[in-house]
């Protein structure tokens, strides 16, 4: 007969209770996550292996986090995976298993959610881009949770693609820039932003103890809540998720008032 750790055992009623204290009209609609602290895990816990050790037990976080998500019946998650700063900073050997890594976890998460991409993809090895806007597009009808992912992703890169396809939009209209300047409104800006027609994130949890955006979601983050985590992504529990959840749910959202 298998025996129990009392610890686990205490662990596990733990969570069951602060489960049970999560009433469904307090929840987020929209969770954002800056899943942080990949490669400091892997060189604590795995410091005779490659880096990507760290990514790939981030992305099977990733993937637990979604489920969590799923269950507590979350409609739209957000998951920054790569940043344009990384994609230029990262070495040959490092990134090309990261971007395998990214492949693998978009694939399974549009397997089973309709999931959107969110960055300039046009950053990324052909390969790697075609392959990703195939999972989006095998999922775009799937029901349920949707998942946005973003890979090579930059809040100052997406001000600008949007801002750019703004202006080819009202140049293909007719309207000169002297009448865009003078008509311009947040509306026509937020249109052309990557999470277009999506709601702006409720709560964006950062791990890692690191506490800033770094320039995630810039626009759309202007009333979110926000809830800073020391535990690197990998180690996040799904106790801590609880928790973020548990403390934005006794927050009085002012939205900027």
């Not at 052309?192 to 506490?211: C, F, M, N, V």
């Amino acid at each position: 007969m298998l025996s129990v750790h009392p610890a686990n055992v205490l662990y596990s009623a733990y969570e069951s209770r602060l489960r049970r204290a999560l009433k469904p009209s307090t929840l987020p609609r929209h969770v954002a996550v800056l899943a942080d602290g990949n490669r400091r895990w892997a060189r604590a816990n795995t410091p005779d292996e490659p880096l990507v050790a760290g990514y790939r037990a981030g992305a099977d976080k990733l993937r637990e986090f979604c489920d969590w998500c799923d269950d507590l019946g979350i409609p739209l998650v957000t998951l920054w995976v790569l940043s344009t700063d990384n994609l230029h900073r990262s070495t040959d050997d490092e990134l090309g298993p990261l971007l395998d890594v990214i492949a693998g976890l978009v694939d399974d998460l549009a397997a089973r959610h309709p999931v959107r991409l969110v960055g300039a993809l046009d950053l990324m090895p052909p390969a790697i881009a075609a392959r990703l806007r195939a999972a989006e597009k095998a999922s775009e009808h799937r029901p349920g949770m949707h998942v946005n992912v973003a890979v090579a992703y930059g809040g100052r890169q997406e001000l600008r693609d949007a801002v750019r396809a703004l202006l080819a939009d009202e140049a293909a209209a007719g309207a000169t820039i002297e009448q865009l300047a003078a008509s311009l409104e947040v509306d026509q800006i937020e249109a052309h932003l990557y999470t277009s027609g999506q709601p702006d994130p409720d709560l964006i949890i950062r791990t890692s103890g690191e506490q800033r955006l770094s320039g995630f979601l810039m626009w759309q983050s202007a009333h979110s809540e926000f809830y800073f985590c020391e535990a690197l992504w990998p180690d996040f529990r799904r106790v801590d998720f609880y928790r973020a959840l548990r403390d934005y749910a006794k927050r009085e959202r002012r939205y900027g008032l």
